[in-house]
């Protein structure tokens, strides 16, 4: 899923192409994209682009009238710029969006289909909207502190939670975690004042990192390569990788449908954590430390033979 160095990047290469240009037409492809009703999609058409922000996860483009179209891309979704409008859509394209100077367009790989768009109107539509998460960029230390101590969640969960703070995923919290040296299953509320302020600096630090690399990758052309899973990360995706720090074989926990890396010699004293399905699989038989990975009764990762 973009995140908010992906979002940045985005409203950047937007405002340089769309703003002050004509949003001429949008076509939706499929009627699952529209989640709102009312003002209805034609209300936005034939007006001029006067704003871009940001909402979380979401960008917010604003047209005259106090209208914005909102663009939730979840995890699979995607903007292309397009100098003319195309012969034909490509494949799962959802909206096409004409401007007067070129073509937006938003498309989805699989099937499940999450990405939304919403028109709304006005401040109090955009409000409507917001998960409430406050960005780290305006935050003093203190305040950080009491966002993520203000119930007593696991590291991973307080970061990625919209209702606290803006625009931070799956990868970039990995990312963070690992740059803070603390494990992603610390709960909140054991932090000592050491621990908030470095996590307070990191988080500012990565994020500020990556929305400089992708800035540098991306240029004057429009973001293409958006996703999750970059060679320049230290943790994220990068299970049996050594760790850059300390050479340590990165490890994972599995979730529904995400993942957390980390490194267990510089996050988690050398523990192993263990996500409820492999405890399950592998009971007591399961690697608790980073010698066990090591033990000749196991096969690379841990996994007994």
């Known amino acids: 899923m973009p995140e908010l160095p992906d979002i940045v990047v985005y409203l950047e290469a937007l405002e340089r192409r769309i703003l002050k240009q004509t949003l001429v037409r949008v076509d939706v492809a499929t009627p699952f994209l529209l989640r709102s009703v009312t003002p209805p999609l034609a209300s936005v058409e034939g007006k001029d682009v006067v704003a871009l922000r940001r909402l979380g996860k979401r960008i917010c483009i604003g047209v005259e009238g106090s209208l914005w179209l909102v663009l939730h891309l979840m995890i699979a979704g995607r903007l292309h710029w397009l100098g003319k409008k195309p012969r034909r859509p490509a494949p799962k394209t959802l909206a096409l969006f004409e401007f007067s100077n070129g073509i937006l367009t938003l498309t989805e790989a699989g099937s499940q289909r999450r990405a939304s768009l919403h028109v709304v109107q006005g401040e109090a539509g955009l409000r409507a909207l917001d998960p409430g998460g406050e960005d780290v960029f305006a935050l003093t230390p203190d305040r950080f502190g009491q966002l993520l101590q203000s119930a007593n969640h696991t590291l991973k969960r307080a970061l990625t939670d919209p209702r606290l703070l803006s625009g931070i995923g799956n990868a970039y919290s990995d ?60 943790v994220h995706g990068k299970f049996q990788e050594p760790c850059p720090r300390c050479g340590t074989r990165i490890q994972r926990i599995r979730y529904a449908a995400h993942e957390t890396n980390y490194c267990p010699k510089c996050q988690t004293e050398g523990r192993l954590l263990a996500d409820r399905a492999r405890s399950r699989l592998l009971r007591e038989r399961r690697p608790k430390a980073i010698e066990d990975l090591e033990d000749p009764k196991t096969k690379r990762g841990g996994v007994p033979r």
């Open 175 to 234: 990312e963070i975690l690992f740059q803070a040296r603390l494990s992603p299953l610390k709960l909140t509320q054991a932090l000592s004042p050491d621990d908030v302020e470095r996590l307070f600096d990191a988080t500012r630090a990565e994020l500020a990192k990556w929305i400089a690399l992708l800035r540098e990758e991306c240029g004057s052309t429009f973001p293409g390569a958006v996703t999750a899973f970059r060679p320049a990360m230290a």
